[in-house]
């Protein structure tokens, strides 16, 4: 299990204020992330404009890198970001395949009705927590697991076998958080890819 925590932790970027983490989409890489990662009220004169960031940088790192927005539902707090369109960012396009060359890609797998999890401290610590999938769908960590603080939303949640199965959320309730499950919140272009 260490061999597949030491891997997972290369898929993590910094995403804004957060984080996020790259997985496989066809012959390209994208990154997922939460939602509240992304500056929301950008007001920009073109479309590009409007979807495009610059967010991304190696964990820890301060964001440089450009990124286009493909997928946000600011309800269940989770995105999908990707390369800059590449005829009107060359240098951008390059700067991000770069960072997605030098990340190891997670798998996307569902959790456990009711299981243990991974979550990645801001001390870069894989730390053990129970989950379990509610009635309303949602993957749960309740606060019996780690400390989750500022920093960390847009990580991934890691199953026992090393896959992504859920996105960190920071919320307000002070039993638990309810995070992105990424087989129920991904929109269906994108899990459509992952089964291919």
């Not at 890489?29 to 009220?41: G, M």
């Not at 005829?87 to 951008?92: A, F, G, I, N, V």
């Amino acid at each position: 299990m260490s061999q597949q925590l030491h891997e997972a932790k290369s898929a993590v970027v910094t995403v804004g204020d957060g984080r996020g983490f790259v997985v496989n989409y066809g012959h390209s890489r994208l990154v997922v992330t939460a939602a509240q990662c992304l500056p929301f009220f950008t007001h920009g004169e073109s479309e590009l404009e409007q979807k495009t960031y610059k967010l991304l940088a190696p964990l820890g790192s301060k964001p440089a890198v450009w990124v286009r927005c493909l997928f946000v539902d600011p309800i269940a707090d989770i995105a999908v970001l990707g390369s800059p369109h590449d005829q009107e960012l060359r240098d951008e396009v390059k700067a991000y395949e770069a960072l997605m060359k030098s990340a190891t890609p997670l798998s996307i797998a569902d959790g456990p009705e009711h299981g243990h999890g991974w979550v990645l401290s801001l001390e870069r610590h894989w730390l053990r927590c129970t989950v379990q999938i509610t009635n309303n769908g949602l993957l749960w960590i309740p606060n019996t697991g780690p400390h989750v603080v500022p920093g960390m939303s847009g990580s991934p949640i890691i199953s026992d076998s090393g896959e992504a199965i859920g996105v960190l959320s920071l919320g307000t309730n002070l039993e638990g958080w309810n995070n992105p499950r990424l087989v129920r919140d991904l929109p269906g272009w994108f899990l459509d890819a992952q089964r291919d």
